[in-house]
């Protein structure tokens, strides 16, 4: 914890010295061309390229170190991250710009020699190129940490808790199920509603369609999260974290399709789909990796593998989790939206309904 601290503040106070060090580069260096005569506005420059090359230094290290030990994200999170790549590509261009302006400035230093007026301009507008950039970089990295875009699914509509009298419509239905002779979980279309407000049949139909999406976890046993507060208690957790060891197969909980495999800061690799009557969206997060060939757009069969339990985004490297989500979904195409069902009690439910038919 205080390693991770530390590494984010140097890496921060590296960015404002280096900043802060290019640009009176290229200040000292305009009063320079303005000024030939004064040999201290040369000197003023190479103490602001002394400190950018320190703050790089810094800057470069601290990054390294909290890409490769992974303090903040793993690893795999970062690459897979299109906001992380530009700013490395960014980064690419401030080094490639630099190598010039450094090897002259060394020149400069080691001969002592009267720098030539025309190199003192290219390395003003090349200092302030890189201002501009790191500027731009620094805007990046903030997108980063907000989540750039969308994170968890985000209830649109006041959160309708489920009433017990909906949870005894469920267990009533998982129990003349559980008794009838042959238990045929056939999957209907019902067409979209077109609402996210949650009825008795709705449950009655997400608990019908959904299974467990790890092997040999027993619903029973879990606690649920559902209300837990998360982000300072600005938001409630909406889910249900299932601890799990990392690389555990992860099943589609229900027959549909792929809405969007996506990655934020707070979930990491991420799946949402649609189940097959297509008023419900399934979230998976904080997946390892996906399942190879799972793509925006694949059908998806019940149980059929999807990922692997890891604990990509914002959870623990120890403690690798699924982090599970169901929601109401007015139209699935907005898949990060939705009204929040507690996946719990469906589970229990539908591992009633599914349970092997007794004598009695
Ligand atoms: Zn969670």
């Given at each position: 914890?205080?390693?991770r ?6 890496h921060?106070l590296?960015?404002?010295c280096g ?6 580069r290229?200040r000292?260096?305009?009063d ?5 005569e004064d ?8 103490v ?6 320190i703050?790089?230094a ?11 030990a992974?303090?903040e994200?793993s690893t795999?999170?970062?690459v897979?991250s299109?906001?992380f790549?530009?700013k ?5 261009v401030v ?5 010039w302006?450094?090897t002259t400035?060394m020149?400069w ?5 009267q720098?030539?007026a ?5 390395i003003e ?7 501009a950039l790191v500027a731009i970089i620094?805007?990046?990295a903030?997108a980063m940490?907000?989540?750039y ?5 985000a209830?649109?509509a006041?959160?309708?808790s489920l009433?017990s009298g909906a949870i005894?419509s469920v267990?009533?239905v998982a ?7 042959v238990?045929?979980?056939a999957?209907?279309p019902?067409?979209?509603?077109g609402?996210d407000?949650?009825?008795a049949d709705?449950?009655a139909l997400?608990t019908?369609?959904?299974a ?5 976890i027993?619903?029973t046993t879990?606690?649920s ?8 208690g600005l938001r409630q957790?909406h889910a ?5 060891p990392r690389g555990?197969?992860?099943h589609?909980a229900?027959s ?6 996506f990655t934020s ?5 991420m799946?949402?789909?649609a189940?097959s009557?297509e ?7 904080h997946?390892d990796?996906?399942?190879p ?10 149980g059929?593998?999807?990922g692997?339990?890891g ?12 982090h599970?989500a169901?929601a109401r979904s007015?139209?699935?195409?907005h898949?990060s939206?939705?009204n ?7 589970l229990?439910?539908a591992q ?9």
């Amino acid at each position: 914890m205080i390693t991770r601290l530390a590494l984010a503040w140097l890496h921060l106070l590296a960015l404002v010295c280096g900043l802060a060090g290019v640009w009176a580069r290229g200040r000292a260096l305009s009063d320079s061309l303005r000024h030939p005569e004064d040999p201290r506005a040369i000197r003023r420059a190479l103490v602001g390229d002394t400190w950018w090359g320190i703050a790089a230094a810094a800057w470069i290290v601290t990054g390294l170190w909290r890409l490769i030990a992974g303090t903040e994200k793993s690893t795999s999170y970062y690459v897979a991250s299109h906001a992380f790549l530009f700013k490395m590509s960014l980064f690419l261009v401030v080094f490639a710009l630099e190598i010039w302006p450094m090897t002259t400035l060394m020149r400069w230093r080691r001969k002592k020699l009267q720098p030539d007026a025309r190199d003192v301009g290219r390395i003003e507008i090349i200092s302030y190129v890189e201002c501009a950039l790191v500027a731009i970089i620094a805007l990046v990295a903030v997108a980063m940490a907000r989540g750039y875009g969308a994170g968890f699914v985000a209830p649109q509509a006041p959160v309708v808790s489920l009433a017990s009298g909906a949870i005894d419509s469920v267990l009533k239905v998982a129990d003349s199920v559980s008794r009838a002779p042959v238990v045929v979980r056939a999957v209907l279309p019902v067409p979209p509603s077109g609402t996210d407000s949650v009825t008795a049949d709705d449950v009655a139909l997400i608990t019908h369609e959904i299974a467990m999406p790890l092997d040999s976890i027993d619903p029973t046993t879990l606690h649920s999260s559902f209300n837990d507060p998360r982000a300072g208690g600005l938001r409630q957790h909406h889910a249900l974290d299932i601890m799990s060891p990392r690389g555990t197969p992860i099943h589609s909980a229900a027959s549909g399709r792929v809405l969007k495999l996506f990655t934020s800061i707070d979930g990491g690799l991420m799946v949402h789909a649609a189940d097959s009557s297509e008023r419900f969206v399934i979230m998976y997060a904080h997946l390892d990796h996906y399942a190879p060939e799972l793509t925006d757009s694949t059908r998806l069969v019940r149980g059929q593998l999807i990922g692997f339990v890891g604990s990509t985004g914002n959870a623990s490297e120890n403690a690798p989790h699924l982090h599970f989500a169901i929601a109401r979904s007015a139209d699935v195409k907005h898949w990060s939206r939705g009204n929040p069902i507690d996946p719990l009690p469906v589970l229990v439910a539908a591992q009633l309904a599914a349970r092997p038919i007794s004598l009695r």
